[in-house]
């Protein structure tokens, strides 16, 4: 039996096996491979790799080579895949997927840097900037950055460490925390709920100059069973910040998110101009990757944007301070003040 001083261990072995395989891997063809298979086009795939037709074509052989199989195959002017190219496929996405994300989250863990954080605009401009001040004061030491949108976020492809969304909260693969509930209420401002009254429920609204949104429908206004072809000539604004300053103008009565609208309440900018508000489909939730609610500067953001939504009144608290006269005692709107709108 030979000594055990002269035998290799079991972990240098595997060590070094594990490395010369690594060693071998043609990574680089493995990553024109899945360009040129996600367009089926050598120059479309040289194109964005930004390097020659020529030089991909030199890959694709080099892996073919390596594998001994044929990956593509002529199809008139076009490429294909050929079934050893399809099975290899799946595979070569997955880890340049994993690759891709385990680089991106070491970029993202390092301490410095402005904290990246995407949210809706109208959250942004109407709840979030007038808060932020609260942020600052803290002198965290944190350097905030903010990008506006709506789309799904690929943490892993993107440079964003938290996003803000609206939704039910089904973001698999994420840490997703609630921040806040959501209501919509009708409003318009003190001029025009002078001229036309309250929005009723369950009526006609056609004498009365609606703003439509896509967000915050009429639909949502009307009691089941009523019929509201007046929805038709709603103006459409699909921004929800620009709806509610279009209802501060005087443009229309609008229906609006609590969120958005209630430092506009409190300062007088509108009123309400209906006496129901009605839960929203959706709610506002935080939303990040797990591995980074351990970086200091996504914990000390996360921490004071939940206290900042724990302390903003709900609408039931002040729902009656600024409802405006009971709609059954509301003048009927003038038609012939209302047909032109």
């Not at 919509?184 to 009365?208: C, H, M, T």
């Not at 005692?329 to 003040?337: F, G, M, V, Y």
Request: hydrophobic content about 45%.
């Amino acid at each position: 039996m030979p000594s055990r001083t002269n035998a290799p261990s079991e972990a240098r072995i595997r060590k070094t096996d594990v490395s010369t395989a690594y060693a071998r891997l043609p990574l680089n063809a493995l990553r024109v491979f899945e360009a040129v298979a996600s367009r089926l086009s050598f120059a479309d795939a040289a194109e964005a790799l930004h390097v020659t037709p020529a030089a991909v074509s030199q890959q694709i052989k080099s892996l073919e080579d390596y594998l001994q199989v044929q990956l593509f195959k002529r199809a008139g002017r076009r490429i294909e895949l050929t079934a050893e190219g399809q099975q290899l496929l799946p595979g070569v996405r997955r880890g340049l997927d994993e690759l891709e994300a385990s680089m991106q989250h070491l970029k993202q863990h390092r301490a410095e840097g402005p904290l990246q954080i995407t949210l809706l605009s109208s959250f942004l401009q109407r709840w979030l900037l007038p808060r932020i001040v609260g942020f600052n004061n803290l002198e965290s030491g944190v350097d905030l950055r903010f990008h506006t949108g709506r789309d799904p976020v690929d943490f892993s492809r993107s440079e964003m460490h938290v996003a803000i969304r609206m939704g039910l909260g089904k973001w698999p693969g994420l840490h997703v925390e609630k921040l806040l509930d959501e209501w919509v209420i009708p409003i318009a401002s003190p001029a025009l709920l002078a001229k036309y009254g309250p929005v009723p429920r369950g009526e006609d609204l056609q004498n009365f100059p609606l703003l439509g949104s896509f967000d915050e429908p009429w639909q949502a206004w009307i009691e089941k069973g009523q019929e509201g072809q007046w929805l038709a000539r709603a103006p459409i604004i699909d921004d929800s910040a620009g709806v509610i300053a279009a209802a501060e103008e005087g443009v229309g009565f609008a229906l609006a998110r609590w969120s958005l609208v209630q430092r506009s309440l409190e300062q007088g900018r509108v009123v309400l101009a209906g006496d129901a508000m009605l839960p929203f489909r959706f709610s506002y939730f935080f939303v990040c990757p797990e591995p980074y609610l351990v970086m200091p500067k996504v914990r000390r953001f996360r921490d004071w944007l939940f206290e900042s939504a724990k302390a903003f009144p709900k609408p039931h608290t002040l729902f009656e301070k600024h409802r405006t006269v009971p709609v059954a005692a509301a003048p009927a709107a003038p038609k012939a003040a209302a047909r032109g709108n």
